[in-house]
Each structure stands twice: as C-alpha cells, then as structure tokens.
C-alpha cells in the first residue's frame, strides 16, 4: 500500500444505509475494493473510515452522488441554485447541495454520470436514457451536443407495470414538445433488474440496451481522470456566483470543491454543534493534477498563538502580586482604624476619670481601659465621687476605707 | 467568523480555549479581588485621613521604631523611658504633670495616626502629688 496512490473513495446514502467503497486508480483502471456498509445511526463510525482512508492516502477524491429527485437538466446556468455543467448550454440544476457533514470533494448529478456512460454513443438522433438510482429512474433524451429533456419518475411502491407506464408517459409528454420520438434506448441499472427491463421493452416496445454497474463503479470512474470531472461535478450556488466573476479561474476549479461549499454553507443548529464546529480545522484542499496536498497548519504550533496565554498570564500574575501586597495595607488600615477608635475611648475614659476626681478626691492608682475602670485614692467628698463615678460607670463597686490620719480612701471598680 | 475560527489551527485554538479558562478561572476573580481590596483600602484610609485632619496631623503615619518614637514624645512629657519586651511589645514609662492632662489625652488619641502601634489596654497610672507615673504597652503593627 502506498500513501502516493491516487485512491477515489465513494460513497452514497440509499434508505438507511450508507455505503462506502474506495479504489486504487490506475493508468489502465482502477482496483476496488470490498463494499462497506453503515448503518445511518454509525454515521460518526463511517465518516471517520472516510477520514481514515483520505489519511492513508494524501492524493484522493471522495465521491458522492446526488439522489435528489428534484433535480433537472435546463438550458441555463442558475447561480442561485447549485449546478453541474454536461454542455455548455446544459446545466443540471437542483436546488441545493445537502451533504451534511459527510466529507466530498466531488458531487455528481446521475445526470451527468449518465452522458459521462454515453457520451460515445450519442449522434444526432435521440436517445432516450435512463438510469435506475435508489428507486428513482432519472431520464434524458439527449443527442450528442444537447441533452433535450429530462425527468426524474419515482418507482417506490409501483410494480413494473406502472414504472414502464410512466416512462411511456413522458415518452409521449416529451413527443408533445417536439414531436421526436427516441430511435433507442439505453438503460443503466447499478442492479440486475430483469422484469423491469422485460416490461419496459414490452410497454414501449423498442428494443433496450441495458448496462449494468453499481454507483461506486460509475463513480470511480468519474474520479478517475481529471478532465472528466473539472466541469462535470456540482457546484453550490453561493461558490458558482464567486466563480462566475472569474472564469478564468477554470484550471483552479479542482480545488472548488464540495468540501469547501460544505463548510461554507454548513451550519451547525445547537450551540454545542457551534462549538464543536469551531475546533473543527478546515479541511486539507487538493490541488489539481491531484499533486500532494499542502498542509494547512492543522497540527503546528504557532508560536505567536501563545502571546494571548502569556498576556493572561502576566496579567493574573500581575493582579496576583497586587493583591498580596494590597490585602497587607488592608488588613493594617483596618487594625489601624479599629485601634484609633479605642484609642479615642481610652483617651476619653481617662480624662473622664481625672474630671470626676474634681475637688471631691485624689487618684493614686487607677487602671484604665476602654470598658472598664479600677481606681484607687484618698476621697474628702464621698457622695460627690460616688455620683460622679456612678454616672460615668452605672452600678461599679464604690468603697470606702478610714485611715488613721483621719484621712478616708476610697476604691472604686467598674461592673464588667 | 466561525469560518476564520475553522482556519486556525487546532492546537492554537486549544491554547486560546486554555487562555480563556485561566483567564476567567484565576484572572477575573483576582481582578474582582483587587477591585474590592482597593475600595476597602480607600474606605479606611479615608476615615483615618479624617481623624488625622481633626488632630492636624500632616504627616503619613509611619513605622513605629522605639529610639525615633522616644525622642518625639520627649518634650511632652517630664520622663519617657522604653523597654522592649519581645514580639514587637515595648513597655513604654511616661512621667507628666497633672497639669499636663490634656496632653495625654491627645498623646493616646493621636498615637495611632502618627505611628503603626497599638495600645495593649489597660492602662496603668500611679500618682504622686503633682506627677502621674503612667505605663502603656504598645505593640508595632
């Protein structure tokens, strides 16, 4: 195995399963390999075999297909709509491209696919083709330089019988238009389907070369060689506008691809799909000649991406420091207000106290603090100092003591 | 924008997701920290700029070192004498004269404007005739 092999990887979606094959492609052809299948509830398991293989080898396409049965083959080119060119004046047109999340890079029209099968075998006369995908029969009545007409039938839940009844039907619709019926009919099935070819050749009785091959054969084939898809692969409207004002932009058209108009439409609905879509990195872009994709930084470093980290580093530092020093002056302010207040108390307390003594006394000790008083001293007016003492300290401890100098002491204590 | 986000790097985009985390994990809070630290740091200033204005002090309040405190309050008092008693304590021996009260009560009030020191309460005073003998514990903030 070789990571320089050029792999096409395909893939489709019909009912609920998604089937996956890819290729090795080759000068003479390409070598499949086994079909896988996914259940859609393994949808993350298959788009990472996608991712996985698109690692293994740097030089792919992943192919898908559009089984939109909306879709139709007009004379002009609608920017507004997405479109894949089959001739100059021949665009297939559908709406939109919805591919959700699964990686393409290249998205083809069963319509396209179909004149890429037949392109050899048209001339001037009509042919009526039509190709049988996922229950729907997309048919074109096409000539060598036109595609004249196009429908998609739905056959889901109608027995053969009705399907050839409604082919024939737009037979006749298409006769109505320009009065040609179809010389022959080729049919291309990805199945055998035997009755239905059987009732078809009954009910419009021509004859029907059917050709048999499986969409990841038809794709890989349309992978496999650059000049069949450069033009040929759908493009979203919104892109076709952008690159209609530079056509000379044509060689560049490779890299134009789905992937890109995926991520540019794409949507995540949630807001956890918004997230995750950001730490989703954009996707690898080829480059045409399939020559070795450029990486696009998706696991380097840039050194400069670590100036944010930094400067909010140095910021929380900053901030950090700040702090430390600052709950410091804090805490000192605060013990320093908290001190001048009983500072103040204290001051207040001890002049009261000396006031109090007035002419009635004389202090010797005293213990003064913001709450309480002890005071000791030799006392001439006992009443006075009693009352004195009891107003500043309601309900302290006023005692007195004779002295034998006929001197009296007094001692006074606060009630704590 | 989302588009420009997908072009980045998703190693990049990881450390910008981490910046973001520090940034609103240990920045933010400690921006809102210093925010309040400041406001509380004002608040108290301002109210002790207030009780330094009442008292006319003009000058910032500074360090209490014992010799430097000494020798400023020696001319208020008859006697100062400071002993250190261990874990920033000093003992501090005042003598004045009764009718030297006043400057007491401005001496305690204003103690804590001038120096980082606070009073370990009581206050003890012994009176002798004419001079009151008073100790005060201070302790350096």
Same mark, same amino acid.
């Given at each position: 195995?070789?990571?320089?092999?050029?792999?096409?990887?395909?893939?489709?979606?019909?009912?609920?399963?998604?089937?996956?094959?890819?290729?090795?492609?080759?000068?003479?052809?390409?070598?499949?390999?086994?079909?896988?299948?996914?259940?859609?509830?393994?949808?993350?398991?298959?788009?990472?075999?996608?991712?996985?293989?698109?690692?293994?080898?740097?030089?792919?396409?992943?192919?898908?297909?559009?089984?939109?049965?909306?879709?139709?083959?007009?004379?002009?080119?609608?920017?507004?709509?997405?479109?894949?060119?089959?001739?100059?004046?021949?665009?297939?047109?559908?709406?939109?491209?919805?591919?959700?999340?699964?990686?393409?890079?290249?998205?083809?029209?069963?319509?396209?696919?179909?004149?890429?099968?037949?392109?050899?075998?048209?001339?001037?006369?009509?042919?009526?083709?039509?190709?049988?995908?996922?229950?729907?029969?997309?048919?074109?009545?096409?000539?060598?330089?036109?595609?004249?007409?196009?429908?998609?039938?739905?056959?889901?839940?109608?027995?053969?019988?009705?399907?050839?009844?409604?082919?024939?039907?737009?037979?006749?619709?298409?006769?109505?238009?320009?009065?040609?019926?179809?010389?022959?009919?080729?049919?291309?099935?990805?199945?055998?389907?035997?009755?239905?070819?059987?009732?078809?050749?009954?009910?419009?009785?021509?004859?029907?070369?059917?050709?048999?091959?499986?969409?990841?054969?038809?794709?890989?084939?349309?992978?496999?060689?650059?000049?069949?898809?450069?033009?040929?692969?759908?493009?979203?409207?919104?892109?076709?506008?952008?690159?209609?004002?530079?056509?000379?932009?044509?060689? &560049?058209? +490779?890299?134009?691809?789905?992937?890109?108009?995926? $991520? =540019?439409?794409?949507?995540?609905?949630?807001? /956890? @799909? #918004?997230?995750?879509?950001?730490?989703?990195?954009?996707?690898?872009?080829?480059?045409?000649?399939?020559?070795?994709?450029?990486?696009?930084?998706?696991?380097?470093?840039?050194?400069?991406?670590?100036?944010?980290?930094?400067?909010?580093?140095?910021?929380?530092?900053?901030?950090?420091?700040?702090?430390?020093?600052?709950?410091?002056?804090?805490?000192?302010?605060?013990?320093? &207000?908290? +001190?001048?207040?009983?500072?103040?108390?204290?001051? $207040? =307390?001890?002049?009261?106290?000396?006031?109090? /003594? @007035? #002419?009635?006394?004389?202090?010797?000790?005293?213990?003064?603090?913001?709450?309480?008083?002890?005071?000791?001293?030799?006392?001439?007016?006992?009443?006075?100092?009693?009352?004195?003492?009891?107003?500043?300290?309601?309900?302290?401890?006023?005692?007195?003591?004779?002295?034998?100098?006929?001197?009296?002491?007094?001692?006074?204590?606060?009630?704590? | 924008?989302?588009?420009?986000?997908?072009?980045?790097?998703?190693?990049?985009?990881?450390?910008?997701?981490?910046?973001?985390?520090?940034?609103?994990?240990?920045?933010?809070?400690?921006?809102?920290?210093?925010?309040?630290?400041?406001?509380?740091?004002?608040?108290?200033?301002?109210?002790?700029?207030?009780?330094?204005?009442?008292?006319?002090?003009?000058?910032?309040?500074?360090?209490?070192?014992?010799?430097?405190?000494?020798?400023?309050?020696?001319?208020?008092?008859?006697?100062?004498?400071?002993?250190?008693?261990?874990?920033?304590?000093?003992?501090?021996?005042?003598?004045?004269?009764?009718?030297?009260?006043?400057?007491?009560?401005?001496?305690?009030?204003?103690?804590?404007?001038?120096?980082?020191?606070?009073?370990?309460?009581?206050?003890?005073?012994?009176?002798?005739?004419?001079?009151?003998?008073?100790?005060?514990?201070?302790?350096?903030?």
């Amino acid at each position: 195995m070789s990571a320089k092999q050029y792999l096409t990887i395909t893939h489709y979606k019909e009912r609920e399963f998604y089937y996956l094959n890819h290729a090795i492609q080759m000068n003479d052809g390409f070598i499949a390999k086994e079909i896988e299948q996914f259940h859609e509830s393994e949808k993350e398991k298959f788009i990472e075999r996608i991712r996985t293989l698109q690692r293994q080898y740097p030089l792919h396409q992943v192919i898908s297909i559009s089984l939109n049965a909306t879709q139709i083959v007009k004379d002009k080119e609608d920017l507004t709509q997405a479109s894949a060119e089959i001739f100059p004046n021949n665009y297939v047109i559908q709406e939109k491209i919805d591919i959700g999340n699964i990686p393409v890079t290249l998205y083809f029209s069963p319509f396209s696919i179909l004149y890429e099968e037949y392109k050899h075998k048209l001339s001037d006369k009509l042919t009526l083709i039509i190709g049988l995908f996922d229950r729907k029969l997309y048919i074109m009545f096409a000539t060598k330089d036109k595609i004249q007409q196009s429908w998609t039938l739905g056959t889901r839940g109608l027995t053969e019988k009705q399907i050839a009844n409604r082919v024939y039907k737009s037979m006749q619709a298409y006769y109505k238009i320009s009065f040609k019926f179809a010389d022959h009919i080729e049919m291309l099935v990805p199945d055998d389907a035997p009755k239905l070819l059987k009732v078809l050749r009954e009910e419009l009785s021509m004859s029907i070369l059917p050709t048999q091959k499986t969409i990841h054969t038809l794709l890989h084939n349309m992978g496999s060689d650059q000049r069949k898809f450069t033009s040929s692969y759908m493009k979203a409207a919104v892109r076709r506008i952008e690159s209609h004002e530079n056509i000379n932009e044509n060689e &560049n058209k +490779v890299i134009d691809n789905l992937e890109d108009i995926n $991520l =540019n439409h794409e949507k995540p609905t949630s807001f /956890m @799909g #918004k997230i995750k879509s950001i730490f989703e990195s954009k996707p690898k872009k080829e480059k045409p000649n399939n020559e070795p994709q450029t990486k696009i930084n998706a696991g380097t470093l840039n050194l400069s991406s670590f100036a944010p980290l930094l400067v909010v580093f140095l910021a929380g530092a900053y901030f950090s420091a700040q702090n430390s020093s600052l709950q410091e002056k804090v805490a000192i302010v605060e013990t320093q &207000n908290e +001190v001048q207040i009983q500072n103040s108390q204290l001051a $207040l =307390n001890t002049q009261r106290v000396f006031e109090a /003594m @007035g #002419k009635s006394g004389e202090l010797q000790n005293a213990i003064i603090s913001d709450k309480k008083i002890e005071l000791k001293g030799l006392v001439w007016g006992i009443e006075p100092l009693r009352e004195k003492l009891d107003a500043l300290y309601a309900g302290g401890d006023f005692s007195i003591k004779p002295l034998e100098n006929f001197m009296t002491e007094f001692s006074f204590k606060s009630k704590i | 924008m989302s588009e420009t986000l997908k072009k980045i790097p998703l190693i990049n985009k990881l450390v910008y997701l981490l910046a973001i985390i520090i940034l609103i994990a240990w920045v933010v809070p400690n921006i809102i920290t210093y925010i309040n630290n400041m406001k509380g740091y004002k608040e108290h200033n301002q109210e002790l700029q207030k009780a330094s204005s009442k008292y006319a002090i003009t000058a910032p309040t500074k360090a209490f070192s014992p010799t430097v405190f000494q020798e400023e309050i020696k001319p208020l008092f008859s006697k100062v004498n400071i002993t250190e008693l261990g874990q920033k304590k000093y003992e501090v021996a005042i003598q004045i004269k009764k009718e030297d009260l006043k400057k007491l009560k401005g001496f305690i009030e204003t103690i804590s404007l001038r120096y980082y020191v606070e009073i370990i309460q009581p206050l003890k005073l012994d009176a002798k005739e004419e001079t009151i003998n008073l100790k005060i514990t201070l302790k350096a903030l």
